[in-house]
């Protein structure tokens, strides 16, 4: 119960950040795409994480926390 809960709250950050990362500006879509990356690390999902700081990287060379997580 506690895990689908979990899994809920994931997808509710997942909702909120995917529509508004294409219309972001690019610094403020790295780091949405960073705090949806740590979302995934919470849950456990590494790989899902990677990609999200990857892609946060990419749309924000500056953004050091990125490469950091």
Sequence with gaps: MALQAWDARVRGVE???QSEIAAAPQKAAAR?????GLAYLERGRAAD???????????DATFVEARLL
């Design 49 to 59: 994480a990677l990609g999200q700081f990857d892609l946060a990287q990419a749309l």
């Design 32 to 36: 949405m795409r960073a705090t949806l």
């Design 15 to 17: 909702a909120g950040l």
